[in-house]
């Protein structure tokens, strides 16, 4: 993969008083942020090593630019369509910010020497933009000089051990900069490269998108679990919990919550099929399939008001919150899958089920911009 230094916009720190604040309202008015001074161009072209600690944990990536052709040849493996009306407003926006305001997330197989090298940079250096985000999440930016021994050794092991980058998140981005650079192109205009934010397998936590159902009037919590009992085995829980195990989930009705196991069936009707999208068998995408469309009446889980996803990282409590006590919703929460998982179905040429995985870390709007 070939990666590049690239000429960022940072937060000017001096005149944040609220990081929370403050990344939560730039994606809509980063113009008028630019305008008042609270973004400065750094003086030099680089890479920069960014480290997010959060909570009780700590996640370690490199910012950098690509050649965004390295998305439209393949190079940049995508898990999930994208919506024309989606790519549409995008580009809306990065024509009007003049920017892109966050970088694309990306992962790829860990590799030894580039993890090594991440972390002696950050155990030899002092970040040279820290951001304190609330109580317990530090945002840290350590410089990749351009023509550094350091840049040197990031795009040379770049170059010879990573022969594909995935996309963990920003699938629309990817697909809206390379319609802005066919438009650049067409007009003889310099094209822009792909801001992204490469973590290792090693790095990223995948967890899975949870969902929030409305109950039609005429299904009666007793007739979904009947209904789910053809599907899955069901066991009460004493009091609710996150699905164990992969195949498992667990549903929240009302005060009650119960522990789901796919039936063997389900799987079996899967190993007799010739088409090898279905010996995948993720649980989202049995869920979409078995239980979404069927029971609920929803064929497109992406698009359809009755159904909401909570991600991962809000824990038991997120999903809690959105149904308990509320006779009109019901809960699935699901269990996420490993990045080597992703991997091996999008090597395989095939799309990850909608709303499958949530990916950590997520960068902020505004912590490291490229204006265009």
Same mark, same amino acid.
């Given at each position: 993969?070939?990666?590049?230094?690239?000429?960022?916009?940072?937060?000017?720190?001096?005149?944040?008083?609220?990081?929370?604040?403050?990344?939560?309202?730039?994606?809509?008015?980063?113009?008028?942020?630019?305008?008042?001074?609270? +973004?400065?161009?750094?003086?030099?072209?680089?890479?920069?090593?960014?480290?997010?600690?959060?909570?009780?944990?700590?996640?370690?990536?490199?910012?950098?630019?690509?050649?965004?052709?390295?998305?439209?040849?393949?190079?940049?493996?995508?898990?999930?369509?994208?919506?024309?009306?989606?790519? &549409?407003?995008?580009?809306?926006?990065?024509?009007?910010?003049?920017?892109?305001?966050?970088?694309?997330?990306?992962?790829?197989?860990?590799?030894?020497?580039?993890?090594?090298?991440?972390? %002696?940079?950050?155990?030899?250096?002092?970040?040279?933009?820290?951001?304190?985000?609330?109580?317990?999440?530090?945002?840290?930016? +350590?410089?990749?000089?351009?023509?550094?021994?350091? %840049? %040197?050794?990031?795009?040379?092991?770049?170059?010879?051990?990573?022969? /594909?980058?995935?996309?963990?998140?920003?699938?629309? $981005?990817?697909?809206?900069?390379?319609?802005?650079?066919?438009?650049?192109?067409?007009?003889?205009?310099?094209?822009?490269?792909?801001?992204?934010?490469?973590?290792?397998?090693?790095?990223?936590?995948?967890?899975? +998108?949870?969902?929030?159902?409305?109950?039609?009037?005429?299904?009666?919590?007793?007739?979904?679990?009947?209904?789910?009992? @053809?599907?899955?085995?069901?066991?009460?829980?004493?009091?609710?919990?996150?699905?164990?195990?992969?195949?498992?989930?667990?549903?929240?009705?009302?005060?009650?919550?119960?522990?789901?196991?796919?039936?063997?069936?389900?799987?079996?009707?899967?190993?007799?099929?010739?088409?090898?999208?279905?010996? *995948?068998?993720?649980?989202?995408?049995?869920?979409?399939?078995?239980? /979404?469309?069927?029971?609920?009446?929803?064929?497109?889980?992406?698009?359809?008001? $009755?159904?909401?996803?909570?991600?991962?990282?809000?824990?038991?409590?997120?999903?809690? @919150? $959105?149904? &308990? $006590?509320?006779?009109?919703?019901?809960? +699935?929460?699901?269990?996420?899958?490993?990045?080597? @998982?992703?991997? @091996? *179905?999008?090597?395989?040429?095939?799309?990850?089920?909608?709303?499958?995985?949530?990916? %950590?870390?997520?960068?902020?709007?505004?912590?490291?911009?490229?204006?265009?």
């Amino acid at each position: 993969m070939i990666i590049d230094s690239f000429s960022p916009v940072l937060p000017n720190t001096a005149l944040v008083a609220s990081a929370d604040a403050f990344f939560s309202v730039v994606k809509h008015d980063y113009l008028n942020y630019r305008k008042r001074g609270m +973004f400065l161009e750094h003086p030099e072209k680089c890479m920069l090593v960014y480290r997010l600690r959060e909570n009780d944990s700590t996640y370690l990536g490199l910012i950098t630019g690509l050649p965004g052709e390295q998305y439209t040849s393949g190079k940049i493996k995508k898990h999930e369509g994208t919506l024309a009306a989606s790519e &549409q407003q995008q580009l809306q926006l990065l024509v009007l910010r003049e920017a892109v305001v966050k970088p694309v997330l990306l992962t790829y197989p860990a590799v030894s020497s580039i993890d090594e090298k991440l972390q %002696e940079v950050v155990d030899t250096q002092s970040p040279f933009l820290s951001i304190e985000d609330g109580e317990s999440i530090c945002h840290e930016l +350590f410089e990749i000089n351009q023509g550094s021994e350091a %840049e %040197e050794f990031f795009k040379s092991a770049f170059a010879k051990t990573v022969d /594909a980058l995935y996309i963990a998140d920003g699938h629309h $981005r990817c697909s809206t900069l390379a319609l802005y650079n066919r438009e650049q192109k067409a007009k003889g205009e310099m094209e822009i490269p792909l801001l992204a934010a490469l973590f290792s397998s090693k790095e990223v936590n995948v967890q899975a +998108f949870h969902r929030s159902i409305h109950l039609p009037v005429d299904l009666s919590p007793l007739a979904l679990i009947a209904k789910l009992s @053809d599907l899955c085995e069901i066991t009460p829980l004493s009091e609710p919990q996150l699905p164990q195990a992969r195949h498992e989930m667990t549903l929240l009705v009302g005060d009650e919550s119960f522990s789901l196991k796919w039936r063997e069936k389900v799987f079996a009707a899967r190993e007799s099929s010739d088409n090898p999208k279905d010996k *995948i068998a993720l649980d989202a995408g049995l869920f979409n399939e078995l239980i /979404a469309a069927p029971i609920f009446g929803i064929a497109d889980v992406r698009t359809d008001e $009755r159904i909401s996803y909570i991600p991962g990282n809000k824990g038991l409590r997120g999903m809690l @919150d $959105r149904v &308990q $006590r509320r006779t009109d919703r019901v809960g +699935f929460m699901l269990y996420g899958i490993e990045a080597e @998982d992703l991997f @091996d *179905i999008v090597d395989a040429g095939l799309i990850m089920p909608p709303k499958s995985t949530w990916f %950590e870390p997520r960068l902020r709007n505004g912590l490291v911009v490229l204006e265009v």
